[in-house]
């Protein structure tokens, strides 16, 4: 094997070459990779405002704890108004049937004293 000799500028030249070459391939993987990773960051915000967006749009929707308890507490009035008049309903059937009864007792008493005296003349 023959010795090849270079001189010491050629070496650093040759050197400085390689590493420069070395340094441009890692700036070209780097923006190769922030690029990519900007891609996907904007690929993931998009999502998020989207999630957002359908958030908002469903917020919209939803009816407010304050107007739902105030919608509430009218309907429990209400109900509660319609249990009472439904009590005051059965009372008053329940007093008519008494009227009726004590109409129709006190007719049969009156056909009976009638009928006494009936006979009795």
């Known amino acids: 094997m023959k010795d ?5 500028k050629e070496y650093f030249d040759m050197r400085i070459e390689l590493i420069y070459a070395r340094i441009l391939t ?4 780097i923006d190769r990779r922030t690029l990519v990773a900007k891609e996907s960051m ?11 967006n359908s958030m908002k749009d469903q917020e919209s929707h ?3 704890r304050l107007e739902m308890k105030a919608e509430l507490d009218l309907i429990k ?5 319609l249990r009472d008049f439904r009590v005051a309903s059965q009372s008053l059937a329940s007093q008519r049937a008494v009227n009726i009864t004590l109409f129709i007792a006190t007719l049969g ?13």
Request: zero cysteines.
């Open 26 to 29: 890692m700036i070209e993987d």
């Open 77 to 81: 009035k209400d109900l509660q108004e």
């Open 109 to 121: 008493i009156i056909l009976g004293i009638v009928s006494i005296i009936i006979q009795m003349v």
């Open 4 to 8: 090849k000799k270079i001189s010491l």
């Open 62 to 64: 939803f009816v407010r």
């Open 42 to 52: 904007e690929y993931r915000l998009a999502g998020m405002n989207e999630f957002r």
